[in-house]
């Protein structure tokens, strides 16, 4: 089994926080009101001063406000839950009935007082339509945002739900840590101890590195490939203490840009899969080639291996380890990687290829 560490933490991929977004639609709605009433404004002092103009658009604008936001918040999301389409008319007709009355009512004490009969139409039948019309819009106005709001949410809580079932598969993905690599080292270590060999502690030194790179670094999303080619780097010395270098290594790193950032143990499963099927003790030449190369827009990683005599006769190395690997690069590189894998008699190889930009 390929060993994993902790997950990377998935970015929210730029997604509108509900806080944002309802800040947004305040300032959309007053600007709404603000221009509307900014553009009456001017229409109507053309033809009255400017006092009786502002009573003249102030009052029923205020009316149009009550009118569009108890649709907003309280008779459309009522419909929006219940889905009951008579009941939601009914509260419609019924506000718009109690608001017309109120601002009918407020119309005759104060615009009369305040506006000249020059300035001012009697309520009637066109006035009652012109109204009517107004409320109306202003609702469908306020309505569409509120559809609009509320699919913004929805989609955000849509991605939300995505980005943590990601997130979760990618924490189980990189928990699948194999056992044997650390009780192998362990057990080794006790050994070096016991027969005081000065490895015991060049063991302990890289043990804390790799341990240290697990548990602290591969919790961020990004890390410099340096700090990466540490941790193999790291990790090969103590298979080859391990496996008392019985094997030919090449680890070729001499083209490649460590400044470039990458996803935290996405090639380390590659190496241990090489070491897993690779060395035997029953074959004189085990050997394992690992390379890393780049370019502006490409990071190549490459691995090669023998094939042990056991291996030979089975199917090629496989199993939960490389899928997993791949599964985890379908979710951190989506579109931006390829992955070659080559069985062949003799030697195993993995390319891997990183897009960049």
Known sequence: MLSFS????????????????????FWLNFSFWLLFFSYKFYDFTVFMPAEPAFVRIALPMFFHIIL?????????????????????????????????????????????????????????????????WDEMSFMIFTGMIKFAVDWFELENKKRELENQKLTAELNYLKAQINPHFLFNTLHNLSYLTQIKSDQATEVIVKLSNIMRYMIYDSNKPKVALSKEINYI??????????????????????????????????????????????????????????????????????????VSSAQKEKDAPSGFGLKNVERRLVLSYPNQHRLEIRPEKEKFSISLSLDLA
């Open 6 to 25: 902790k997950p990377s933490k998935m970015d929210t991929l730029g997604l509108m926080k509900p806080n944002f977004l309802r800040n947004r639609i």
């Open 68 to 132: 569009s936001y108890t649709h907003y918040f309280f008779i459309l999301p009522d419909l929006l839950r219940n889905k009951n389409i008579k009941k939601y008319l009914l509260k419609l007709v019924l506000a718009i009935a109690v608001v017309m009355f109120f601002q009918v009512l407020a119309e005759n004490v104060v615009l009369i007082k305040y506006s000249p009969s020059d300035y001012y139409e009697t309520f009637g039948w066109t006035r009652f339509v012109s109204t009517l």
């Open 233 to 306: 780097k790291d990790y090969l010395a103590l298979e080859g203490i391990r496996l008392n270098n019985r094997f030919e290594l090449s680890f070729d790193t001499s083209e490649v840009d460590e400044q470039i950032e990458i996803t935290p143990l996405i090639f380390i499963p590659f190496v241990e899969n090489a070491f897993k099927h690779g060395i035997s003790d029953q074959q004189t030449e085990n050997w394992i080639k690992v390379k890393l190369s780049s370019t502006p827009k490409q990071l190549i990683f490459e691995v090669e291996n023998s």
